[in-house]
């Protein structure tokens, strides 16, 4: 989520303390994740097929029934979550999970928790994989987006360790295996499934001397299984098999059966989640394209460019990318024409441009963690949105009214460049 090479080279420690503490002076009102714009209301439910670290977990945005007194989820799930975002930063637990809890522990989704599903027709399908560091609600302005024009959307927390922290359950009699991350975990949630005890995974940090590729390599693999899990449990959903949600919401999963139009499915994800596409596409063709937000490409085995037959949509930021890694992503060109495969630069963003950031920090503060770039964080989301959605509708055949921004697509606004910012290796 926050760099490339997945090294943190924001501040150092006692600045990065220092400068959080300062940024409860530059929260005001006006922060918060924008709510979506489609015609729908959105819902989201968190769903966990199979308790152990093997199983699927993933949060659902999907259209659904208005309601004026909709109860809407915490940005920031539990406080482990904490925990694992200051583990990532490389900052003190018991300071972080505080100053973390005063800036961000108010703010909110803008979906309704558990709201009901809206049943009108098949909608489409997108698995949303996030970045390092990141976990599964950290997207929710581009997914609540998606789910309001009318996409049912999971998006995936990684057990990979890559994310910043998730959790799974293992039976009260088994004892979990002890080790540095498990350290100080979080005090269990009183609504733990019967007789499953919460035990918590955080990012895995390279060791000293440890080459990142094959770590990296292996990870992006793990990443895109998962996404094709997610996705194989949708589809078991759809069908109509009675799954068992070990979280135990009090949304009616039944009624997601036959909602989902299975011949329309696509991948997006930022940073490692950009890599992620790349690999799921080639992994399952069931994804009919993929759109990658400034992409990390290091995580993947060279033979992979020449495997990949789908549509992809680079949106990159001004600030992110480099020659070696733009060159990646024009190799993808080689087995593919200019049609399929599209790459656009939003002037005046940063990497942190895409995750929910980005519009809960004020802006000298955010500007000196690189949570904000330049350009307006509304503009610049609107933009990745109107373009992801031009870009879905000419893939997946949609008849909607996405094509309005087709010229997003092509790099046509004062906001956007085509192709790339970034001197390429000749």
Known sequence: MFAKGGLIQLLDQRCKLSLFAAMGNSCSNNLGIPPAKGPNAVGCSDFMMDHTVEGTFFRLYYPCVASDNAEKPDWIPCKGYFYGLADFMKINRGLSEKIFNYLFGSFKIPAALNGPYKQNGKYPVVIFSHGLGAFRTLYSAICTELASQGFIVASVEHRDESASATFFYHEKSQEPEKDEASLSPPKPNPEAPENLV?????????????????????????????????????????????????????????????????????????????????????????????????????????????????????????????????????????????????????????????PDFTFLTGNWIGKILKLKGELDPQVGIDLCNRASLAFLQRHLGLDKDFNQWDHLIEGKDHNLIPGTNVTEIS
């Open 198 to 354: 919460e035990e918590w995974m955080y990012y895995r940090s390279l060791k000293p001397g440890e080459s990142e590729f094959p770590l990296r390599n292996k990870q992006v693999k793990q990443r895109a299984d998962e996404c094709i899990k997610a996705l194989d449990t949708l589809i078991q959903i759809n069908s109509g098999k009675k799954m068992e949600n070990v979280l135990q919401t009090d949304f009616d999963w039944t009624t997601l059966e036959n909602s989902m139009d299975l011949c329309r499915i696509a991948v997006m994800g930022h940073s490692f989640g950009g890599a992620t596409v790349i690999e799921a596409l080639c992994k399952d063709v069931n994804f009919k394209c993929g759109i990658a937000l400034d992409a990390w490409m290091f995580p993947l085995d060279e033979e992979i460019y020449v495997r990949v037959k789908q549509p992809i949509f680079f949106i990159n930021s001004e600030k992110f990318q480099w020659a070696g890694n733009i060159s990646r992503m024009r190799k993808l060109d080689s087995s593919s024409t200019s049609m399929q495969r599209k790459m656009i630069t939003i002037k005046g963003t940063v990497h942190q441009s895409f």
